[in-house]
C-alpha cells in the first residue's frame, strides 16, 4: 500500500510579523530622489526653434532643442525618469551600481544621474559606438562595457547586473512606464505651451524617432489625453525592425544588422514602442537623414546628430506634401543630440565612403525642395 504523505497542516491562530523597514536606506534614498528632482528644479525649458521657410508655402516648421540639456540630448529627459522610477520602486540600492544597455546618448544622460546620487554606473554598448559618446560617459564617471553584436547588449547588461547585485535599468522596457504622459513637464506639455502663441498652435504632426519608442508614446498619448488632433509620425531609419513590425503589426520582426544611425532603431521591436498609438511611420534611408543634418546646419548654423536628420527629412516629406495640397500649418520635430558627438561618423567624408552611403542624390532634392516646395 502506498504511503501518502501528510499534507501540511494551517498554522492556527499565528501572528507574524517581517519589518524590513531600513532608516538609514530610507535617509540616503530621500536624498537621491531630491539631487535628481532638483535637476529638473535648475533647468529651465529647452527651446523650440522655428525652421526658416518660404512664407509664402503657409507651413511653419519647429525644432524642439533637445541638445541644450546638461548631459546634450533627448535622453536626458528620460534618465531622469528612469532614474526616479527605478529609485521610488526600491531598485537601485546604495553603493550597488546601475547598470544599461545603451547606444550612447542613454549611457551619457544615466552617468551623469548615478554620478549625482553617488552609485557606480557601466554602460554596455556596441564597440561601435562614437569615440566622442564614450568620453562623455567616462567624464561623468561612467564605465564602458563593450560587446562585439549590438543585440547582445541585453544579456550582457542583465547578466552584468546579476554579478555585481546591481540594478538593470533596461530603458527598453522602461521607457514607456517611467515618464508621466498626462503632463508634469513632459516633452509634449511642453511643446503644446511653447506652441500657444504661434499662428498655427496645433501642429497638424509632431514627428518623432524611436530608439526605446517611449518618447512617441509619450506624445502620442498625450496628444488623445488632451483631445487634440495633431498626428504622431514615426521616422525609422535602415535596419530597423520598428518599421516592418508597425507596418505588418508584427512585433516578433527582427532585423539581422543593426541601425548605423546611433541612438535610434532597434533590431527587435522593444517594449516601450507602443505601436497602436502611432498614426505614421516612414523609413528614412541613412543618407537622406545625413543630408537632413547638413542642410540644418545652412539654414539654423546648428550641427545636429543624424537621428535628428531622420526625423527632420520625414517632417519635410510632410511640409511638402501640406504645401502641394495647399494646407496651411505647423509641423514639429525634435533635435535630439548636437553633431559635435559624431564628427568621426556623419560629418566625415571618410566614414561615409567607408560605409558606401552617398548623401549627393538627397541634397540635390532638399536643394530643390527649398527652391519650389517639393521634395520628389
Known amino acids: 500500500m502506498t504511503s501518502v504523505p501528510d499534507r501540511p497542516r494551517p498554522v492556527v491562530g499565528a501572528e507574524e510579523d517581517v519589518n524590513r523597514y531600513d532608516p538609514g536606506y530610507r535617509a540616503w534614498l530621500e536624498t537621491a530622489i531630491r539631487k535628481v528632482r532638483s535637476d529638473a ?11 526658416p521657410l518660404p512664407h509664402a508655402w503657409g507651413v511653419d516648421l519647429y525644432l524642439k532643442d533637445e541638445s541644450v540639456h546638461p548631459t546634450g540630448s533627448l535622453k536626458h529627459r528620460l534618465a531622469r525618469s528612469l532614474f526616479l522610477h527605478a529609485l521610488c520602486n526600491g531598485w537601485i540600492r546604495p553603493g550597488k551600481p546601475v547598470i544599461e544597455a545603451s547606444s550612447g546618448s542613454t549611457a551619457v544622460s544615466e552617468a551623469y544621474f ?3 546620487i553617488g552609485v557606480p554606473f557601466y554602460a554596455v554598448m556596441a564597440r561601435s559606438t562614437s569615440r566622442q559618446k564614450l568620453e562623455l ?21 542583465a547578466g552584468l547586473a546579476e554579478e555585481t547585485g546591481g540594478h538593470y535599468m533596461d530603458q527598453f522596457t522602461y521607457a514607456e512606464q517611467a515618464t508621466d504622459w498626462r503632463g508634469n513637464n513632459n516633452i509634449a506639455e511642453s511643446i503644446f505651451e511653447q506652441m500657444s502663441m504661434e499662428e ?4 497638424a504632426w509632431i514627428v518623432a524617432t524611436a530608439g526605446t519608442g517611449g518618447t512617441s508614446a509619450t506624445l502620442a498619448r498625450y496628444v488623445r489625453y488632451t483631445g487634440r488632433s495633431t498626428g504622431i509620425c514615426v521616422a525609422d531609419p535602415e535596419n530597423s525592425a520598428f518599421f516592418p513590425g508597425w507596418r505588418d503589426r508584427d512585433p516578433a ?15 527587435r521591436v522593444e517594449t516601450s514602442f507602443i505601436a497602436a498609438s502611432i498614426d505614421r511611420m516612414m523609413r528614412v534611408p541613412d543618407a537622406a537623414a ?21 526625423s527632420l527629412w520625414a517632417a519635410l516629406r510632410i511640409v511638402s506634401e ?14 535630439c543630440d ?11 567624408q571618410e566614414w561615409l565612403e567607408g560605409q558606401a552611403i552617398d548623401i549627393e542624390p538627397y541634397r540635390e532634392r532638399l536643394d530643390r525642395l527649398m527652391r519650389t516646395g517639393a521634395l520628389t
Open 41 to 51: 528644479n535648475r533647468s529651465a525649458d529647452t527651446h523650440l526653434v522655428r525652421v
Open 114 to 116: 548615478a554620478s549625482l
Open 137 to 157: 560617459i567616462e567624464f561623468h564617471g561612467g564605465t564602458c562595457h563593450f560587446v562585439d553584436h549590438a543585440d547582445e547588449v541585453y544579456a550582457v547588461a
Open 200 to 203: 498655427h498652435p496645433e501642429p
Open 253 to 267: 520582426v527582427t532585423t539581422a544588422i543593426g541601425s548605423r544611425i546611433e541612438g535610434i532603431g532597434r533590431q
Open 290 to 310: 545625413i543630408a537632413s543634418v547638413r542642410l540644418l546646419e545652412e539654414l539654423i548654423g546648428t550641427r545636429a546628430g543624424a537621428s535628428t536628420g531622420t
Open 322 to 335: 501640406m504645401v502641394a495640397a495647399g494646407s496651411k500649418g505647423s509641423v514639429v520635430s525634435l533635435i
Open 338 to 348: 548636437p553633431g559635435e558627438r559624431y564628427l568621426d561618423k556623419y560629418y566625415s
